[in-house]
């Protein structure tokens, strides 16, 4: 094989196979891997050189590969380097052979450092089919995670996330040192150790607790396993009840984290991981598919739960097939398959599949369409559940409304370079021109868009000059990073500014504001500081929404931080008064408005971010810098330190 074929200047581990699973290339990471050298491995079945335990997940992942055009994905478990055995997800798919027109599988490892979470389901998983508990620590972090596992084990342990040092003072103080080298142990898994454990609800438990080292990803970071078995035997209805709670408890998390990926999904590649790793195993199912919509052609995805002869003939399948898969996506109809005769009965022309002997035997089939509200099925997505399994009222509205947010995803993905320049557009006419000449008055405004989204954001500012001559200043943040949020930020802006030139007091338009959006009913919360500045004698009067403190800035080089007062966010609480204050701006002193991508950041927090852009506001009037000067200044430090959200800025020097 041509030794320059991308697959050898991969870091992580990668090798490409014959459709018969032998390998016919790999680079050093998956010789690494496979714990011997390259020459080794080559010509060698790839199933065979994994560890026993982890060769029937690895056998489906190639057997998908090697009879479809389909992306199998999952999560394998190999020897690592230094004893701590990795945790990685593995892709599967056909690629042509570079140096011929042969087709071969490429298996490789995907980059999981935005989404660990996902390597943590099959361990999960295995623990509640063992009936025991899971945690996870991070002894740089100092705390533990609890992961779930028996429902009655998770109901012991009712933080989610707690300090090492709490855990530890549950303990029984004369089990408390074996814990700790539990805690310490350097090896790659420790033998059990018995501990009583001190419960908030139901007095002491005897636990028995392993631990082990695992690496998440092949760079990924290590952490300790915490492996709990509950030898004691208690009350059952008290267990079932705690049960119940932790077990809603753990649900509710995943399906957050399934949601918030779904929606922070950017790629085709990104949203089929998010699936495959997560559907089956948020509602409880055997397997799951993602099937997408490709010229009238269904091609699909799987996590490779089912066995691949029970579904490689819906790759390829036509949009008009009369079967339930097409059906539910021409349609828009949720379907639910309990077993073969209610198949037969509603499709009896699509009878042609596989798996149909094994419907209401081995399996009960949900198919959800993904799309959004009122508009056409991109795809859909299928769990295989076990048989006699009915899924809830809840739960079939849970999955649509899931596949509601793939279906944004889908599309968000296929027009995003669309809607960009859109939003491009789109944010050049929202940003006002601020008035020129003013008095005694320098005034500067910067605007840097979120470097994620669509590169438009909810921050505004805005500033104009009042009949009797004075200045409205404001600057806000609505909430989110698309073009909604700027719709909703335009909507805003225009509202206070029409309202202003009526009411003089920034208390009440902010008041009038939010009584405003919540008659519209609006889906969008704001924040927003708003001043009235005299320039004749540099009264002040201002309030604030909820919004980062204000910055006063000296000519001697000092500054202040000023909390305004005023109320809650925009739109979110009715009934409300805001209040303001009057104060007055200093010959040669300047307010810095900001919102919160200017002071808050990865490492920053906002006492620092505050402290750090009053600092550089009152050196850079020492120095004798104008308004626009010191904007630069400020804006320029935000920018380095590495920000995502929206970076908005006013600065208003009295001269």
């Not at 079967?323 to 509603?346: H, K, M, N, V, W």
């Not at 924040?527 to 009067?541: A, E, F, K, N, Y």
């Amino acid at each position: 094989m041509d030794a320059s074929h991308e697959l050898f200047r991969r870091a992580d581990p990668a090798a490409l196979l014959t459709l018969d699973g032998v390998i016919s290339g790999l680079n050093a990471a998956m010789a690494t891997v496979l714990g011997r050298s390259a020459e080794q491995c080559l010509g060698r079945g790839f199933v065979d050189l994994w560890p026993a335990s982890q060769r029937v997940s690895a056998e489906s992942l190639v057997l998908h590969a090697a009879r479809t055009q389909s992306v199998a994905m999952r999560v394998l478990e190999f020897p690592g380097r230094g004893g701590a055995p990795v945790a990685c997800l593995i892709e599967t798919r056909q690629v042509k052979d570079p140096a011929g027109d042969a087709q071969l599988i490429l298996v490789h490892a995907l980059d999981s450092r935005n989404d660990l979470a996902s390597l943590l389901i099959p361990f999960r998983l295995a623990a509640m089919a063992a009936d025991l508990g899971l945690w996870v620590c991070s002894p740089q972090e100092h705390q533990i995670e609890w992961l779930g596992g028996a429902p009655a084990l998770t109901a012991t342990f009712p933080d989610p996330i707690a300090p090492i040092s709490r855990v530890t003072s549950a303990v029984h103080p004369d089990d408390r040192e074996a814990f700790e080298q539990l805690m310490r142990s350097a090896s790659a898994q420790s033998s059990w150790v018995r501990l009583r454990y001190l419960t908030p609800h139901d007095g002491w438990h005897q636990l028995a607790v392993q631990t082990r080292r695992i690496r998440l990803g092949y760079a990924g970071p290590e952490r300790i396993f915490g492996v709990v078995r509950d030898d004691t035997k208690q009350e059952k209805r008290r267990k079932e009840a705690q049960a119940a709670l932790a077990a809603e408890r753990q649900r509710a998390k995943d399906i957050a984290e399934f949601s918030s990926a779904l929606i922070t999904a950017a790629t085709d590649q990104e949203l089929e991981q998010v699936v495959l790793t997560r559907l089956a195993a948020t509602f409880g199912a055997s397997g799951a598919l993602l099937t997408l919509v490709d010229n009238d052609r269904l091609c699909y995805f799987t996590d490779a739960g089912m066995a691949m002869w029970e579904i490689e003939t819906l790759d390829g399948l036509r949009l008009d097939h009369p079967s339930p898969l097409p059906e539910a996506i021409r349609t828009g109809r949720p379907q639910f398959i309990p077993d073969r005769d209610d198949y037969i009965r509603r499709w009896p022309h699509g009878a042609a599949v596989p798996w149909l002997s094994r419907i209401g035997f081995d399996y009960a089939i949900a198919i959800t369409p993904l799309s959004e509200t009122g508009n056409q099925s991109l795809g859909a997505w299928m769990v295989f559940y076990r048989s006699g399994h009915q899924p809830s009222l809840d739960e079939q509205t849970l999955m649509g409304t899931l596949a509601d947010l793939a279906g944004q995803a889908l599309k968000r993905i296929s027009s995003q370079k669309a809607r960009v320049e859109l939003a491009t557009a789109l944010q050049k006419t929202m940003l006002p021109t601020l008035p020129e000449h003013l008095p005694g008055l320098e005034i500067a405004a910067r605007y840097r868009p979120s470097r994620v989204g669509l590169d438009i954001g909810g921050d505004w500012y805005d500033a104009f000059v009042m009949p009797d001559g004075a200045i409205v200043l404001e600057i806000g943040d609505a909430q989110g990073h698309d073009v909604d949020a700027a719709a909703a930020m335009g909507q805003v802006r225009a509202s206070m500014r029409a309202i202003a030139a009526h009411e003089p007091d920034p208390a009440t338009v902010l008041t009038r504001i939010n009584e405003l959006l919540i008659t519209m009913d609006a889906a969008r919360f704001a924040s927003c500081t708003m001043l009235h500045l005299d320039p004749s004698d540099g009264q002040v009067t201002g309030t604030s929404a909820g919004h980062v403190p204000l910055l006063y800035a000296r000519k001697d080089g000092s500054h202040s931080i000023r909390e305004l007062p005023g109320g809650p966010l925009l739109g979110v609480v009715p009934d409300t008064d805001y209040r303001e204050e009057t104060f007055t701006l200093d010959e040669g002193s300047a307010l810095v408005m900001v919102t919160d991508g200017v002071v808050e950041g990865p490492g920053l927090t906002l006492d620092a971010g505050l402290e750090r852009a009053g600092t550089l506001a009152g050196e850079a009037l020492h120095d004798g810098l104008n308004a626009e000067e010191t904007a630069d200044r400020i804006l320029d430090a935000a920018v380095a330190v590495d920000h995502l959200d929206d970076v908005t800025l006013l600065v208003i020097r009295r001269t």
